[in-house]
């Protein structure tokens, strides 16, 4: 709808003028407004319908808003002229666009593919001591600022930490109510670390109350009921809790609140690296060969994989190629424009056009190029998010690089508009 409105001006009986442009512009804006209620509707189940009809309306409200805006209607006589002059140029215009969006599209998607921001982490999780000491004592330097979780013995009762809603429920409603901890976004493990490791006594931002503390809540493996909750304190937040690979609290072996929970370490160990990109790459592998190999039961979680680093190159790749060929495209549709509109420039230099007149000739391929462009692109950008109206940003986010092709077309776009300015020069 927008390209179409770029492109083909409808034709009224009537002029448009500012007056009732503004009777346009605020119907089109009120059916818009109600387009995004019907979307936000369907996004949270209330409404079947509200994303298709959303999204007709939404279309169909742009176009009169566009059309309403004053570079679109105070020149009807150089657009008559112009129009003369587009020959195929609008549907090239309109694969160029899609093909636009389809990159913004899949960028966003493939960023999403990612899961989260790559931060370096290396996690080699169901080690033993005995594993422990042997990847320590090959690689001394390596291992030198690794950080080591030993998960507490749960042979008796697993070690959850609750966020202050479910630990307020369990308070309210009693210890065996199984119902408090029953939402899988309120249970999050616990570790035991070295009491001397900046980690001690440290959570992340969703189990921390506001006066410091966080609740801990110990269940029977057996019944799955809750058979003790307790208030501990903690030496505040790390953000590197806040991954969805790592735990949500991590006491200190031997610190008070462990004591007073009763937790003892077991025989698992998770090894964490945090620097793992910057080792020299046959560490990397060597360290990843000893670990699946030795400890074929270990479990290993990389952020910076194979197929993360092919998701973020696509991502990359695909706005980037997508604006070769879109400019390319413009390009020879803005030469293309100006060859067939050389007697028509020549003819308005005679009459005294100025070099900003001139320049308006090319401003119905200029719009698309630049507008066109940015709403192809944000539309495309809107398509890879499942969530719209509610970002969830643990699920991963787009990242930035389906901008890529935003600069360059604006860049070529004010080129041509300087280029369209000078004046034409006849051939003797």
């Not at 969006?101 to 169901?126: E, H, K, P, V």
Request: hydrophobic share 45%; with cysteine.
């Amino acid at each position: 709808m927008t390209w179409l409105v770029l492109f083909f001006r409808m034709s009224f009986k009537h002029d448009i003028t500012t007056r009732n442009a503004l009777w346009y512009i605020i119907l089109s804006s009120a059916v818009l407004l109600f387009s995004c209620v019907a979307i936000e509707r369907y996004h949270a189940a209330a409404w079947p319908f509200g994303g298709p009809v959303g999204s007709v309306m939404g279309a169909c409200a742009l176009g009169p808003m566009l059309l309403s805006l004053p570079w679109l209607f105070r020149t009807p006589a150089q657009c008559s002229a112009v129009e003369r002059t587009r020959s195929l140029s609008a549907p090239v215009c309109a694969l160029a666009l899609l093909l636009l969006g389809a990159s913004s599209l899949f960028s966003g998607q493939m960023m999403i593919a990612t899961s989260n921001s790559d931060n370096g982490l290396f996690i080699a999780d169901y080690l033993t001591q005995d594993d422990l000491n042997y990847l320590v004592g090959k690689y001394p330097e390596t291992l030198d600022k690794a950080i080591v979780l030993t998960a507490p013995d749960e042979s008796r009762y697993l070690v959850r930490a609750a966020t202050s809603h479910a630990y307020d429920c369990v308070i309210q409603h009693g210890a065996d109510d199984a119902d408090c901890y029953s939402d899988s976004d309120n249970e999050t493990t616990v570790m035991l670390v070295d009491s001397n490791s900046s980690l001690a006594g440290k959570t992340n931002d969703v189990h921390i109350t506001e006066s410091g503390n966080t609740g801990i809540i110990l269940i029977d493996p057996t019944t799955q009921k809750i058979t003790q909750a307790a208030q501990v304190s903690t030496e505040g937040t790390d953000s590197l809790l806040n991954d969805y690979t790592m735990p949500g609290v991590v006491l200190g072996i031997d610190s008070p609140q462990a004591k007073t929970l009763g937790l003892t370490p077991s025989n698992r160990h998770t090894l964490i690296m945090t620097d793992f990109p910057s080792i020299a790459s046959g560490v990397r592998d060597s360290i990843r060969s000893d670990i699946i190999n030795r400890c074929g039961y270990a479990f290993i979680t990389e952020h910076d994989t194979t197929s993360y680093r092919s998701y973020v190159a696509r991502a990359i790749a695909i706005p980037a190629l997508a604006t070769i060929i879109s400019g390319l495209t413009f390009a020879a549709l803005a030469i293309s424009t100006r060859q067939t509109q050389s007697t028509l420039r020549w003819t308005l230099q005679e009459f005294g056009a100025s070099r900003f007149q001139l320049m308006r000739l090319f401003r119905p391929l200029g719009i698309t190029m630049s507008l066109g462009s940015t709403i192809a692109v944000f539309l495309g950008w809107l398509g890879s998010h499942p969530w719209i109206i509610a970002p969830a940003n643990e699920f991963g986010t787009t990242g930035w690089w389906w901008l890529i092709p935003l600069p360059v077309i604006f860049i070529e776009t004010a080129l041509f508009c300087w280029w369209f300015s000078l004046p034409e020069r006849r051939n003797q």
